[in-house]
């Protein structure tokens, strides 16, 4: 965490998690803690961890998934939270595994989506960007 103008700066890491379905791509989302918003698997970079390697902790702790994750990220977006500001740098991540008991599988729900159903049911403008970029950014 670091202050920026007075506004203290949290650094996160989050992925989209991703399969492909027959000739498409389908998005995993997560629900917060209070199950009223839809969201991806993301949380602050641990000081030990890259960016990546945080990201791949989230998703097994808040989603119950494993995967390949794709590098370069598809981007960064921000939040206010926590009287601050979380900037979080989003990886795309293939799943390989999903885990049907997992830490906060009381917590959280989990839910395949098409790419422009999983784009509409998030808020943040960028990340629905980077959902919806999700497709080309694998073709390349």
Request: glycine fraction near 8%.
């Amino acid at each position: 965490m670091d202050a920026q103008n007075g506004i203290t700066l949290y650094i996160q890491s989050g992925i989209i998690p991703f399969r492909r379905k027959d000739d498409h791509i389908e998005v995993l989302l997560i629900t917060n803690k209070k199950k009223d918003k839809w969201g991806i698997p993301k949380g602050l970079v641990e000081e030990r961890l890259s960016a990546s390697e945080s990201a791949q902790k989230e998703a097994f702790e808040e989603a119950g998934i494993y995967g390949r994750i794709y590098k370069p990220s598809l981007g960064k977006y921000s939040i206010r939270k926590w009287d601050g500001k979380c900037r979080i740098k989003v990886f795309a991540m293939e799943v390989a595994q999903i885990l049907d008991k997992w830490p906060e599988d009381i917590l959280r729900k989990r839910e395949w989506y098409t790419v422009e159903e999983a784009a509409g049911m998030v808020k943040n403008k960028k990340l629905q960007a980077m959902i919806q970029g999700l497709p080309e950014y694998l073709e390349d």
